[in-house]
């Protein structure tokens, strides 16, 4: 479990652009928002990164580095690239199962007969300060239920006008 306040993983990955996310190298105004997703079999995550690229200049306009992250493979993101219209969401893949536990993500496997991968993280999403440490964090088991975009920019909002703390640090 990542603890706010304290530092998070380190997250090296490809992007579908054929460039790379590297996590220690964003400089944001005020935040990198990591927003991981089940992968291209989740009619959920598509519709989610779908409204995420529609409200992505709202978080970019406050400072917010917004990366889209999942397990799959170099092929099937490049289908969610192609085929989903997130906009200019950046889709970082090739997490490996490790990583994702490190981040504190929940892993599910396969069901019979899905279009599923054999392994894959749950939903969550983490906001990181320009310092490395964690701000924010949601960690789900199943695909139901996100962050409302529009509330998350709300509060995000009055966190940095009001310079709101980092809450939760006492875990």
Known sequence: MLIPGQP???LDLPLTIDARFELSKQDPEAFTMLVFYRGKHCPICKKYLIELGGKLSGFT???INVFAVSMDSPERAAVSHEEWDTGDVPLAHSMS????????LYISEKREGSEEP???????LFLVKPDGTLHF??????PFTRPDLDDLLSGLTYTLEN???TRGTLT
Request: charged share 35%; net charge negative; glycine share 14%.
């Open 8 to 10: 998070v993983p380190e």
């Open 61 to 63: 306009g406050k400072g």
């Open 97 to 104: 199962e490790e990583k994702a536990r490190e981040w504190g």
């Open 118 to 124: 054999d392994t894959f993280s749950e939903p969550g």
């Open 137 to 142: 964090a949601v960690v789900q088991n199943a």
């Open 163 to 165: 310079d709101y703390p």
